[in-house]
């Protein structure tokens, strides 16, 4: 199924401030985008918005022509998963169940329960944590619990995958293997959209990048055409060099000391 995600002038206000200001934004099945900008320049909220859990203060945004701030719940979890910082939060519930949660929206259809043990199994092996099965969530560690709710994103099956910051807890191993699976969904059609702080990670593995600053889009793109010093010194408001990757074809960012 081919599906694109459209964000038309949205803006967001809450609090008496502007979190978000006339962000457009289209990404198509096959493509990871990612979301790169300084704390609080509203990366968090424009994804809470395409996962339809934040209204917009103005414009709109759709999958696949459906407005996100309308669409009933049930659909909208067919339509796309979410993944918060925290992976799952603590609770008293095995690895397998949360998991298993991720089929929650399709416990009406005709569907074998065998098939849907099975889509919890292999989203476990792919996520390195079927050995934590029988563990209670409660026991694990974040970086843990991140894994577990990339399983249960990957369980969930949607044709849209958002994620806040899936590798933030994660070790440089697992930072890798959670962006391999990000890319190979995206290869499979699938619209990925993550909201990344390692501009490295982002740059090696995205097909586009957003750099958000103040609620504003600043520049979007190729990951070369994105991260450049002059671009990012004046967001980060750190000084920054980048240069050609030794090894891949893509950027490196290097922070300087500052003068």
């Known amino acids: 199924m081919s599906v694109t995600i459209r964000m038309e002038s949205v803006g967001y206000r809450a609090g008496g401030r502007t979190l978000l200001s006339d962000v457009t934004l289209i990404v198509a099945g096959g493509e990871l985008l990612g979301i790169v900008g300084p704390n609080g320049a509203g990366k968090t909220t424009l994804l809470r918005i395409v996962a339809g859990d934040l209204h917009p203060t103005s414009g709109r945004t759709t999958i696949n022509e459906r407005d996100t701030a309308s ?3 049930q659909e909208l979890s067919q339509l796309r998963a979410f993944l918060g910082p925290q992976g799952v939060s603590d609770n008293p519930f095995t690895v397998r169940d949360v998991v298993a949660m991720g089929r929650h929206p399709y416990r009406r259809a005709q569907i074998d329960l ?4 099975l889509i919890v199994e292999l989203a476990m092996e792919r996520t390195d944590v079927a050995h934590l099965a029988g563990r209670p969530i409660s026991s694990l560690s974040t970086g843990e619990r991140q894994r577990v709710g990339l399983a249960r994103v990957l369980a969930q099956d949607t044709p ?3 994620l806040d910051e899936p590798t933030s ?5 697992h930072q890798e293997s959670v962006m391999r699976i990000m890319r190979a969904a995206a290869d499979q059609g699938s619209a990925v959209v993550a909201v990344l702080h390692d501009l490295n990670l982002a740059a090696a593995h995205a097909d586009r990048l957003v750099l958000l600053d103040r609620g504003r889009v600043q520049v979007a793109g190729a990951p070369s055409d994105v991260l450049t010093d002059d671009i990012l010194t004046v967001v980060y408001r750190q000084p920054m ?3 050609p990757h030794p090894e891949r074809d893509c950027p490196l960012v290097l922070t300087l000391d500052e003068k």
């Open 169 to 173: 807890a994660l070790d440089i191993g």
């Open 160 to 162: 849209v995958m958002l």
């Open 71 to 73: 669409t009933k719940a």
């Open 114 to 117: 065998k098939d849907h043990d």
């Open 241 to 243: 060099r980048v240069i």
